[in-house]
């Protein structure tokens, strides 16, 4: 996959959480070419994100990756100025049914404490 190419995938079921009471992220999405999920420990400094199959996953720094939500599609990519290569994870967009707004407001603090980095959460927890 090339740095324009995007990953679409369909979602046919979403569960996430913010965290746990284990201080675990994470999001899991079953699409029609399988699953996608990303996981990360409330302390961690890495993400750990799986496409379809264990031995795919991979652990990056938080810092790789942006994203763009709204309410029925999810982005994260890594942005094209930056050199690094993240593979099949490079640009992967998930679609999927609107949520209520409440759910909505739960996925997009999962996506922060999953893509954020530890300080800059510990930053905006203080402010």
């Known amino acids: 996959m090339t740095k324009k190419e995007i990953s679409v995938l369909v979602v046919n079921e979403m569960s996430f959480t913010p965290q746990n009471s284990n201080g675990i992220s994470m999001l899991h999405c079953i699409t029609d070419e399988g699953y996608y999920k990303i996981t990360k420990g409330e302390m961690d400094e890495k993400v750990y994100m799986e496409l379809n199959d264990p031995s795919n996953g991979e652990y990056f ?3 790789f990756f ?3 939500i709204s309410n029925g599609s999810l982005l994260i990519y890594v942005n094209e100025n930056r050199p690094w290569n993240a593979g099949i994870y490079q640009h992967i967009k998930l679609l999927f049914s609107p949520l209520e707004q409440n759910d909505f407001n739960e996925l997009k603090l999962t996506i922060e404490n999953l893509l954020f980095d530890i300080t800059i ?7």
């Open 121 to 127: 959460r510990k930053l905006l927890l203080d402010i």
């Open 66 to 68: 942006e994203y763009n």
């Open 61 to 63: 720094d938080t810092d």
